[in-house]
């Protein structure tokens, strides 16, 4: 469903949803994004609740920094006294550090519907066809979207002829010290990888002046419309409610 | 020496799979910072933070040409949204806050200057506009001054050891596998000698 | 185009890269008329890939390098426009099919070029899709990655990228270098056939099948000038021996032809194929007959290799299921051995999973299924940039000596290994920028430079390499048997296999379909088929010398 949204209307949508997170300071607008995220992957998308659930684990972790920094920290903080002695409903009720808490998962379970929805070369095309991204920007955005799965099969080449080097089959798993003395070779492959694709992408034809056809970037449907209007109407009676209870 | 403006095809490729690269490394980063934060309590961040801007640097040094450092900070951070990073699309802002503060320091010095003072100074450039960043972000102004400064010192020290200093190690060892050969450090470089 | 301009020319250009003081290429002036296909021969190293990538300015556009002289495309001088905008005169395939590539799928891949001509989507799409049909790949392919492929594979797609362009002018570095001989020859078919307007300039090592296609030939010699040029079967006997010295390529029936004319035997008009040769030994008078034949029965024993009694067992692969890294089981229950003393050839089509097994059978590659036993041996990487650790030769070769060496006896090693596989002068170079010849052997002098395995695997070890290179390497093979080692040869030259292997198996259909001695194997022809191969070119000799009587 949500996959089949156009990857722009997507961005958009999930650049205002996250807006709406950072700008707006309430626990209760936070746990609705949260909610609604974890809604969309599971039901439109049909992703398992215990993957959702795992998505939100290092979310969390990071959250968890910023609530201990403020609990520690906090000038006037007297959280403790405040969460023993209110229960969480009003929006007063919650310390900064438990919205901050919130706010990166929010955030966070945003990403995450994008980035599980999205073909990472489908938005490119997108970004390319439809907001002009010039085609040298897009293809190295390209080139280095696909490095990335990559770089670990070539690790594993670079281990493989040293293991054989040595004559003894490769471990299984690479230790800190083995990971770190991969570094550089992989930097070094990356750059090589770049500069024959800058060839590759010369020798045929990419031209930065020249127009160009872009086959297979995703047309726009009545669909995202929709899907834009319905989300950002939802975006913005979510602010409504949380206004209106605040002052009332 | 006149600096070039132009970029060549081979100069954004790469800069953009060193982005790509570092994006995976940073989000690595990421799980060795929550490690050491469980351990170590809040201030890590400011400890660990310089790794984070090490991409700006590497790539300022190779192609030397304005924008480099911003172009590649923001990649990076780019990917690692895409990868799934916990901070989520705003990782984007963060990137070009640091790239930001990397590419002013290289930008005093013209785009001319990539000795390893200027590099150490550009992990300082991106701590402070991180610090200043992250203080609107979370509201640091709540907090102690005592701590306040103490986060500000660590995290420019790091950015100058964990960006500037480690980022030109890797440069180097980067220049003696061959690979940057034809590109401007390398022109540079050669230049110097004959 | 413009009448009566040559589709390109290159007038007194020399090449030279940066920092060195010899010129890599040149200087020399070559014209190829439009419509022409000429084929380029040289040794390894002699500056083909270096001159090609002149054309449309790559070097010293991207590729930094000195260029002097002028070139011309189609009468216009190449630095008068980027590279990037002669991509509708020209279409250049790579020597390294990685470098064409860009790692995307295999139908965007193929699109791209046509993207950049801005052509209408529908056209691009069915061009697209009739271009990856005509190299001979399942249109399933079109969405698979291009780094995911088999080498062979890469190549195919490579060539249907290219192709997709439809350029008045078609340039190959070596485009079937790590194809099977079935898909070699589609490929040359489709790039040769007769009737097309397209000028060709292709260059190649291995030549059957492509001289009788070809309008001239031109010939480098290792000092990067031109020295000899002119049609095809006159060429090889004119030059036959100056070729030879250089150590290039030259085909079968010129090579047995000049053994026959230094016994005064040859035929009056040079032969371009092997049955031309033998059908004028059967047409000589009885005597000179005898004697033709006793000349060709020696030149085909020296080119098959005689059985032996192998020894232990080296390596065993027992019901093995074997996947490449991070890919999925392409061969179930394979069990083969590797034994003491044998050369074992492996076989098969392009992707059949030849890289595969030869990784397995080195212990290299993590079983999916079943057992290996065995001590780890070394193995020979198809692409040979995989091999390289360090970043000069010298240093390359050093750490693949014995440890237990002292310096002096490891710089001596050095200089033999450089000497052997012809990389002197090399030694402070990087890997990365020798050419591909000598970037396979280079790859070859680290796993021979020292008895540390007891066995190796060698993926393509000729792929890419001139005559005299594939003949150090059939040296060093034999050499290693002798002494009791094991080699399994991976390769896609029946020639070579004849004259190396002892024993070779067939992989084919996700399994192994057959096993045996080359000489009887490769006459199934219905298994050789199956396998989607095609006899050695020496085959007819073989069979011509068991129908003339032995006298
Ligand atoms: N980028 C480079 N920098 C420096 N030297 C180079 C570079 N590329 C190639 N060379 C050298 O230039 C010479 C010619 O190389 P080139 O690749 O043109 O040879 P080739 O004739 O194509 O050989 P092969 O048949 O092995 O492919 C070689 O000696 C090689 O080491
Ligand atoms: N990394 C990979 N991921 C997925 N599939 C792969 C991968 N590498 C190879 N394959 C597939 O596995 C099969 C066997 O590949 P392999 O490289 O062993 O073939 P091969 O016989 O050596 O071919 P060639 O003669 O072209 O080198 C091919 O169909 C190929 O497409
Ligand atoms: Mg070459
Ligand atoms: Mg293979």
């Known amino acids: 469903?949500?996959?089949?949204?156009?990857?722009?209307?997507?961005?958009?949508?999930?650049?205002?949803?996250?807006?709406?997170?950072?700008?707006?300071?309430?626990?209760?607008?936070?746990?609705?994004?949260?909610?609604?995220?974890?809604?969309?992957?599971?039901?439109?998308?049909?992703?398992?609740?215990?993957?959702?659930?795992?998505?939100?684990?290092?979310?969390?972790?990071?959250?968890?920094?910023?609530?201990?920094?403020?609990?520690?920290?906090?000038?006037?903080?007297?959280?403790?006294?405040?969460?023993?002695?209110?229960?969480?409903?009003?929006?007063?009720?919650?310390?900064?550090?438990?919205?901050?808490?919130?706010?990166?998962?929010?955030?966070?379970?945003?990403?995450?519907?994008?980035?599980?929805?999205?073909?990472?070369?489908?938005?490119?095309?997108?970004?390319?066809?439809?907001?002009?991204?010039?085609?040298?920007?897009?293809?190295?955005?390209?080139?280095?979207?696909?490095?990335?799965?990559?770089?670990?099969?070539?690790?594993?080449?670079?281990?493989?002829?040293?293991?054989?080097?040595?004559?003894?089959?490769?471990?299984?798993?690479?230790?800190?010290?083995?990971?770190?003395?991969?570094?550089?070779?992989?930097?070094?492959?990356?750059?090589?990888?770049?500069?024959?694709?800058?060839?590759?992408?010369?020798?045929?034809?990419?031209?930065?002046?020249?127009?160009?056809?872009?086959?297979?970037?995703?047309?726009?449907?009545?669909?995202?419309?929709?899907?834009?209007?319905?989300?950002?109407?939802?975006?913005?009676?979510?602010i409504w409610v949380v206004i209106g209870t605040g002052s009332g | 020496m006149d600096i070039q403006y132009k970029w060549t095809l081979r100069e954004i490729l790469i800069c953009a799979v060193l982005g790509a690269v570092f994006g995976v490394l940073y989000l690595a980063w990421v799980q060795v910072w929550l490690i050491a934060q469980a351990i170590f309590g809040a201030v890590t961040m400011d400890v660990v933070m310089g790794f984070w801007f090490i991409v700006s640097i590497i790539a300022a040094a190779i192609i030397r040409k304005p924008g480099a450092a911003l172009f590649s900070e923001v990649l990076a951070a780019a990917i690692q949204v895409m990868l799934g990073s916990p901070a989520g699309l705003l990782l984007l802002v963060s990137g070009l806050v640091q790239g930001a503060g990397a590419e002013a320091v290289f930008a005093a010095r013209k785009w001319r200057d990539y000795r390893l003072p200027v590099l150490m100074a550009a992990g300082v450039g991106a701590a402070v506009f991180s610090f200043i960043y992250t203080w609107i972000r979370f509201d640091y102004g709540a907090l102690a001054p005592g701590l306040l400064i103490a986060m500000f010192v660590l995290r420019c020290l790091s950015g100058a050891l964990l960006g500037g200093l480690l980022g030109h190690w890797v440069t180097e060892a980067l220049y003696k596998t061959g690979v940057l050969s034809g590109l401007p450090i390398d022109r540079a470089r050669r230049g110097a000698h004959a | 185009m413009p009448e009566g301009k040559a589709a390109a020319a290159w007038q007194d250009t020399s090449i030279k890269y940066p920092y060195q003081d010899k010129a890599a290429a040149g200087p020399l002036s070559l014209a190829l008329e439009a419509g022409e296909r000429l084929l380029l021969l040289g040794p390894s190293g002699c500056g083909k890939s270096t001159l090609l990538n002149t054309l449309t300015g790559l070097i010293p556009g991207t590729i930094p390098a000195e260029v002097t002289g002028e070139v011309q495309l189609f009468g216009e001088k190449v630095k008068s426009r980027p590279p990037a905008e002669w991509s509708r005169q020209v279409a250049q395939l790579f020597q390294d099919a990685d470098q064409t590539l860009c790692g995307m799928t295999v139908a965007d891949e193929v699109a791209f070029a046509l993207e950049n001509l801005g052509l209408p989507e529908g056209e691009i799409l069915q061009r697209t899709a009739a271009a990856i049909d005509r190299v001979g790949l399942e249109p399933a392919f079109g969405v698979r990655r291009t780094m995911r492929l088999s080498g062979g594979e890469k190549q195919l797609v490579a060539m249907a990228a290219a192709l997709a362009q439809g350029a008045p002018l078609f340039v190959a570095d070596e485009p079937t270098a790590h194809l099977a001989p079935r898909a070699a020859e589609r490929l040359r078919a489709l790039l040769l056939e007769p009737g097309r307007s397209t000028s060709v300039l292709i260059i190649d090592h291995r030549l059957d099948g492509l001289i009788d296609r070809v309008d001239r030939v031109a010939v480098m010699g290792p000092d990067g000038t031109l020295v000899a040029q002119g049609p095809p079967a006159a060429l090889f006997r004119e030059h036959g021996e100056l070729l030879a010295r250089f150590g290039i390529w030259q085909p079968l029936a010129s090579l047995l032809d000049a053994e026959l004319a230094s016994a005064n035997l040859a035929a009056s008009d040079p032969p371009l194929h092997l049955s031309d040769v033998l059908t004028h030994i059967d047409r000589l008078p009885p005597d000179a007959r005898r004697l033709a034949t006793g000349i060709a029965r020696a030149f085909v024993g020296r080119r098959v290799r005689p059985a032996i009694d192998a020894g232990a067992t080296l390596s065993a692969l027992k019901g093995a299921d074997c996947a490449p890294l991070f890919g999925p089981v392409v061969l179930r229950d394979v069990s083969v051995e590797l034994r003491a003393g044998e050369v074992l050839g492996i076989l098969g089509g392009n992707g059949a999973g030849k890289s595969t097994l030869g990784a397995s059978l080195a212990g290299l590659l993590r079983l999916k299924g079943g057992r290996r036993s065995g001590p780890p041996g070394g193995m020979a990487f198809q692409n040979p940039e995989n091999q390289f650790v360090t970043g000069s030769l010298r240093e390359e070769i050093e750490s693949a000596t014995d440890a237990i060496l002292t310096a002096p006896e490891r710089e001596q090693r050095v200089a033999t290994m450089l000497r052997r596989w012809r990389l002197e002068g090399l030694e402070n170079s990087h890997p990365y920028e020798l050419s591909q010849g000598q970037k396979r052997r280079l790859a070859l002098a680290t796993l021979t430079a020292s008895g540390r395995w007891p066995f190796l695997v060698l993926d393509e070890p000729t792929a890419g390499l001139d005559a005299a290179g594939a003949a150090a390497v059939a040296a060093q093979v034999a050499n290693l048997a002798d002494i009791g080692h094991g080699v399994a040869v991976i390769t896609h030259d029946m020639d070579f296999a004849l004259a190396v292997c002892h024993r070779v198996v067939l992989v084919g259909e996700g399994g192994l379909i057959g096993e045996g001695r080359p000489g009887e194997l490769m006459r199934d022809h219905a298994l050789m088929a199956r396998a989607g191969l095609e006899p050695p070119t020496i085959l007819p000799a073989l069979e011509w010398l068991e129908r003339v009587p032995t006298c």
């Open chain 1, 1 to 238: 469903m949500l996959s089949r949204i156009h990857p722009l209307a997507k961005l958009v949508v999930c650049l205002i949803w996250i807006a709406v997170s950072i700008f707006v300071f309430d626990a209760w607008l936070q746990i609705f994004i949260i909610a609604m995220a974890a809604l969309a992957l599971i039901v439109l998308e049909r992703r398992s609740v215990l993957l959702v659930l795992a998505l939100m684990v290092p979310f969390a972790l990071f959250g968890f920094g910023f609530l201990t920094t403020s609990v520690l920290f906090r000038q006037e903080s007297d959280f403790a006294l405040q969460m023993a002695r209110e229960t969480p409903l009003g929006s007063e009720a919650f310390s900064a550090g438990i919205v901050l808490f919130l706010r990166a998962i929010a955030c966070g379970m945003v990403s995450a519907v994008f980035a599980l929805t999205t073909d990472p070369g489908g938005l490119i095309k997108a970004l390319m066809a439809n907001w002009r991204l010039p085609p040298s920007i897009g293809f190295s955005l390209f080139a280095a979207l696909q490095l990335v799965p990559d770089i670990a099969s070539e690790a594993q080449q670079i281990r493989l002829a040293r293991a054989m080097k040595k004559g003894r089959p490769p471990r299984r798993i690479p230790g800190p010290l083995e990971t770190a003395s991969l570094v550089i070779p992989l930097l070094a492959f990356a750059i090589r990888r770049a500069t024959r694709t800058a060839i590759a992408l010369e020798a045929r034809g990419l031209s930065p002046d020249r127009p160009r056809t872009i086959v297979g970037a995703p047309p726009f449907r009545r669909g995202d419309i929709t899907f834009a209007v319905l989300s950002l109407a939802l975006a913005a009676a979510a």
